[in-house]
């Protein structure tokens, strides 16, 4: 089991940045990958970028590619989501996940994570 506490959400206008940190807290966190999604309101989550569990791998959609980066540092039990040039569209709830279960599905699809944040909002202002 681990546990997982998202933080850094906020108000922002659009072109503004954001740090979110997820600290995570019971197992080794170093033999989890994580990853960020996020859900607007009447949408589905959707994924927003991962990393690896030694952090040397990263992926991420198109919809934020070159404005966000996905970090981590297993030292410090935590992994972060750098927001640069965001835009009211980047407006959701950001949830953390951790160690998905390629027999659930893909590292981009929600189910296959096993453990989740309780979310931290995030709103752009245009």
């Known amino acids: 089991q681990v546990q997982l506490v998202e933080s850094g959400g906020g108000l922002v206008q659009a072109g503004g940045s954001l740090r979110l940190s997820c600290a995570a807290s019971?197992?080794?966190?170093?033999?989890?990958?994580m990853a960020w999604f996020r859900q607007a309101p009447g949408k589905e989550r959707e994924f927003v970028a991962a990393?690896?569990?030694?952090?040397?791998?990263?992926y991420w959609p198109d919809s934020v590619k070159d404005r966000f980066t996905i970090s981590r540092d297993n030292a410090k039990n935590t992994v972060y989501l750098q927001m640069n040039s965001l835009k009211p569209e980047d407006t959701a709830v950001y949830y953390c996940?951790?160690?998905?279960?390629?027999?659930?599905?893909?590292?981009?699809?929600?189910?296959?994570?096993?453990?989740w944040g309780q979310g931290t909002h995030v709103t752009v202002s245009s």
């Open positions: 996940a951790a160690d998905p279960d390629f027999r659930k599905g893909t590292r981009y699809s929600a189910p296959a994570y096993n453990f």
């Open positions: 019971g197992r080794t966190f170093s033999i989890y990958a």
């Open positions: 990393i690896s569990r030694s952090g040397e791998t990263t």
